[in-house]
């Protein structure tokens, strides 16, 4: 069996001049951290929730970038990002609820963009017009027209914009992907990916309400329907088509990314999904979108399916334990596995740090590994590439063409559910759906003004 190690695998792609750019640089991940105040990247965070707070952290952590501007429609949650900020870099960003007026300065050299899924979109266009460029939370698309359009802006203005699907930064995948281009896994006609969760994110209906003090609804609201304030729209906007996509879009877009990226597809040519909200009741539950899904996706001699289940607690995500060790998940009850099936093996990968292995046929009823290496979580390594990708002005791991592309397959099997199971043949060349009037109704939304993505951006 062959045993990857990082350290060796890095040096070994160094010296044989593979992704030199990421990898010189990967390999001193501190190197940083006394850059010169003049020298430093300017950010302003877009969004300051969650994931917008430890995006935030974790650029500041790097020592060569810092916030000029945070921005978020809830004050209070500004604010006390803001206060943050200035405990670790020693100076006061600016706050404000409209993230226009970080566009608007002239220091600020990136966004980070943590929004609400339907923000993502017109916050990386408004920033490219703007001279800006832009790091963007995955899914970086709340449909497939937004996509055609954020990389029509990336080029036109000639930014960076990077996605947040660090998976591609990682040097565990790197490898994985080198080893299937080989073809030491023999070729691949099928591949399964899969999403499987307890349920979250979902509350009982309530009523119409006046927003919370100090947060600005029509700017959260942005380019959705009008609509007066709710709190449950408010948080459970995962599973609202207003917003979002369900969990196809929201975690599962790390695997789709993933998977698609080291098959080497783009467009599949069919595609099929079907499911339901089988498990909860969705007239106790402010959801609308699926808890049990498949989607089939047909490329050229490969079969690539998808499968979610947000319900019971037996799958389990890959957790810090495994990701900071020498471990491999349980791959049988893996909540976010990706299947590779070769004519030489099967790979069962792991997002975040979950490492892979390859299986050959069993000994004496026993497992046998091929091939193995394991995984770290690397967000330190993408949050390297997009800096240096804004240095160097190259395209970073996550471009902003790669990620709509992964988006296209979400977004494609959501209009064939939501169209009862339709199968959608698609034009790979213009990536429309194919004689189907109403696909192509989902394929783009109708905008709110002012929060509208022009046809010319």
């Not at 995006?55 to 943050?84: I, K, M, N």
Request: net charge neutral; glycine share 8%; aromatic share 10%.
């Amino acid at each position: 069996m062959t045993h990857y190690n990082r350290r060796q695998f890095l040096r070994r792609t160094h010296n044989l001049g593979l992704g030199a750019l990421a990898f010189t640089i990967l390999e001193q991940p501190r190197s940083a951290r006394a850059t010169p105040a003049h020298d430093k990247v300017i950010l302003a965070a877009v969004g300051c929730g969650g994931r917008g707070g430890s995006l935030t952290q974790g650029f500041l952590a790097r020592g060569d970038c810092s916030y000029a501007c945070v921005c978020d429609p809830d004050g209070g949650r500004a604010e006390a990002l803001a206060h943050l900020v200035q405990q670790t870099q020693g100076t006061a960003p600016q706050v404000v609820r409209d993230f226009r007026t970080a566009l608007d300065d002239s220091s600020v050299d990136a966004i980070v963009s943590a929004t609400p899924d339907h923000w993502h979109a017109l916050s990386a266009i408004w920033a490219c017009q703007a001279g800006k460029d832009v790091y963007v939370e995955k899914p970086p698309t709340h449909n497939g027209w937004e996509g055609q359009q954020m990389v029509a802006a990336a080029r036109k203005y000639q930014r960076i914009v990077q996605c947040g699907f660090q998976n591609r930064s990682a040097p565990y995948t790197i490898a994985a992907k080198k080893y299937l281009d080989e073809g030491k896994l023999g070729t691949v006609h099928l591949c399964r990916i899969c999403n499987q969760k307890e349920p979250w994110g979902m509350s009982p209906p309530v009523a119409d309400s006046a927003p919370p003090s100090g947060f600005d609804w029509d700017i959260w609201n942005g380019p959705a329907p009008e609509h007066a304030y709710n709190a449950s729209f408010h948080q459970c906007w995962h599973h609202l088509w207003r917003y979002s996509g369900g969990d196809i879009a929201n975690d599962a877009s790390h695997q789709i990314d993933l998977a698609r990226w080291l098959l080497g597809v783009d467009v599949p040519t069919t595609v099929y999904s079907t499911g339901g909200r089988y498990a909860t009741d969705p007239a106790t539950l402010v959801a609308e979108t699926p808890d049990t899904q498949i989607a089939l996706y047909d490329f050229d001699r490969l079969l690539v399916s998808f499968e979610l289940t947000l319900y019971g607690d037996y799958m389990l995500k890959t957790d810090q334990y495994v990701r900071d060790n020498d471990l491999f998940p349980y791959w049988m009850q893996n909540a976010t596995r990706i299947e590779i099936y070769g004519t030489e093996g099967l790979m069962l990968m792991g997002r975040h740090g979950g490492g892979w292995q390859v299986f050959v046929r069993p000994k004496d009823r026993q497992p046998v590994v091929k091939d193995q290496m394991y995984g770290r979580f690397p967000d330190p390594e993408h949050k390297e590439n997009f800096v240096q990708a804004v240095r160097t002005r190259q395209l970073p791991s996550a471009d902003i063409e790669q990620g709509h592309l992964s988006c296209l397959l979400i977004h494609y099997a959501n209009i064939s559910y939501r169209l009862g199971g339709q199968k959608l043949t698609i034009d790979r060349q213009t990536q429309q759906i194919v004689d189907n009037p109403p696909a192509l109704e989902l394929f783009r939304r109708t905008y709110r003004a002012p929060w509208v993505i022009p046809d010319t951006v």
